[in-house]
């Protein structure tokens, strides 16, 4: 079928009844199967020639067409993604813009808070260590009297 066909003074491919420049048949092509993998030993219609069958790529699709494919199902769960957290598909970078200046405004004002409340619990602390300061300073002082005046004072928690 490949062979050159001289046609006057012009040679051109050998074509087929239909005028189509047809491949030479390799005997492993069949329209009937799809141009896919033959199970051997068995007809076009013969069971277990369809696309489940084991170790046979027939109806499995190009590899362009899986990937493609693949793509499609990617970007349907992302749609899906964004339907759940309510936005629209097509106005989905403000939306998301406006969501993460609003968690990034959130997150300030955690922060700010957080801010806040240590410094209370930091000053709370400080007035604390000044109470018991004043405390000691005072029992101190109490002591320092009570032992010029010539009468020591037995703490009460001291056994002897």
Do not use: C
């Amino acid at each position: 079928m490949g062979e050159m066909i001289v046609d006057g003074n012009m040679v051109r491919t050998a074509r087929d009844d239909h005028g189509n420049k047809g491949r030479k048949d390799d005997g492993k092509r069949s329209t009937a199967e799809g141009k896919g993998n033959k199970v051997e030993g068995k007809g076009s219609t013969a069971e277990g020639k369809g696309s489940k069958a084991e170790g046979n790529s027939f109806g499995k699709g190009s590899k362009g067409a899986r990937k493609i494919a693949k793509k499609k199902r990617e970007r349907e769960r992302e749609r899906e993604r964004y339907r759940k957290m309510g936005v629209n598909w097509a106005r989905r970078t403000n939306k998301l813009k406006k969501l993460r200046k609003m968690e990034a405004m959130l997150k300030e004002k955690a922060s700010a808070k957080e801010a806040k409340q240590k410094e209370r619990a930091l000053a709370k602390e400080a007035k604390q260590k000044e109470k018991e300061a004043k405390q000691k300073a005072k029992e101190i002082a109490r002591e320092e009297r009570e032992r010029e005046m010539g009468r020591v004072r037995e703490k009460p928690n001291e056994e002897k």
